[in-house]
């Protein structure tokens, strides 16, 4: 089985401009960040815009990308949906194609008891043989999961990670001490170092498509004791984030991929694209901290 430690960019789904998935700028994505040295990929997260696609195109990118790197490295698929059938559904395709692992966040808006969301994954367990990476990010799910009321996934093997997207680096550093084989991902890019202080394995971020080489340099320098010299990378990759943040990230990062010559056209609607002076702004951010 593929390592699933390490640098998981979290992947952009390129649209052309008749609003199709568009399959070149997928795989010439892909190539790019395994050369940058990306560990593996993580697929049909948030990242992607998988709430604004359709059940039969968040396969289509499962395909492609399988197509493409699942014989090179790990691939973990988001399968998360609001329903658990469909919810299922997918995770039931992302085992057919092979992949490595499955990941979801809880299911979300309409305010499920937590009850009701555990049931959520451990119908998804018992249904399909794969195992399942939680993505916890409160911001946008609403549900929060922190070590108070953590363990009864990690008390169950199939449970093998947690995708941490939260600024709680105190219930990062209880998981850790409570599984110590748990896979943790940071998941907020811009806080990499303080996960990697509180014991997170890797990481899985969307601002890695854009800059994967900078994530793998501050892992590695971290690993080494390097922390100054870390952290000096650390403020690099935040300079280029705090721009992207500022105009929105999925357009920014595709605005950026476009400036490197890949084709990544605009986020669906209700997103909306960057201004050609927020453009110019931030390409002028991302090359002075290249
Ligand atoms: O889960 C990502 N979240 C979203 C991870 O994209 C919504 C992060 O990679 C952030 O985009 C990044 C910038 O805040 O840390």
Redesign the pocket.
Known sequence: MNSLKGIFP?LLTPFSIDGNINERSLRELLRMNLEKGADGFYVG???SEAFLMSMEERKRVMDIVCDEVSDRCAVIAHIGCIGTAQAIEMAKYAKSLGMDAMSSVPPFYYHFSFEQICQYYFDIVNAVDLPMVI?N?P??SGVVLNSDNIDVFLRDPRFIGI?H?SSDFYSMERFRKARRDLLIYN?????FMSGLAAGADG??????NVMAEKFVKIMSLFKKGMHTEAMAEQERANNI?QA??RVG??AGEKAILTHLGIDFGVPRKPFTPLSEKECNDLIRVYEENR
Do not use: C, H, P, R
């Not at 990481?203 to 890695?208: L, M, P, R, V, W």
């Open positions: 979290a997260g948030s990242t993505y990010f911001d946008f995708k997207t998941g907020y890019d811009e806080m990481a899985i971020g969307s601002t890695f984030i992207l943040v990230v999925f």
